[in-house]
């Protein structure tokens, strides 16, 4: 099992949904109350090429602002994604301490961090264009509820566009696993 088996899981999940985005629903609101569907795809397009830069530098370099949304967007993600994929499988890469701008992290860490965000930015696109968010990777889910209720510190939320990650939501045990970890992460389910 290679390291980033579970961050290309992620990034597979959110493929799907993003291959089912709509030019005509760039516009549209996204549960990250600050982004619309436009900026959700431009970070998570984005994000998959400054996860490589960042641990192949083993610095975070200044963020991309180029608008994947309007171009050959699945081409796009795809090259983001094989380079970050294979930034965090090089070797030494898990070990290796990462500078960013919220702190230091091992590569393992980061990579965690990685694969819980392009997993839930997934969900926000499909709660953002009528795609069915509880249909997503049920295990990984789980396993990224887990992994985030153990690496998240309330240090980390605050209001929107000010912290990482919002207050925690409140969702029923009932919920699907991606809903509940939606919740975890402050979206409003």
Known sequence: MAAADTLEQAYASTRKV?????????DDPTPCQSWDVRQVVNHIIGGAHWFAASTEAGEAPPQDTADFAGG???KAFDDGVKKAVAAFNAPGAQEKIVKLPFGEFPGSIFMALATTDAFTHGWDLARATG??????DPDLAQQLLVGAKARIPDAFRGPDSKAPFGPEV??????PASDQLAGFLGRNV
Not at 18 to 26: E, R, T
Not at 131 to 136: E, I, K, P, S, T
Not at 170 to 175: E, I, L, Q, R
């Open 170 to 175: 409140k969702v029923p045990d009932s919920a």
């Open 18 to 26: 993003l291959a089912n985005v709509k030019d005509d629903q760039l």
């Open 72 to 74: 050959d967007r699945m």
């Open 131 to 136: 795609q069915d968010a509880a249909r997503l």
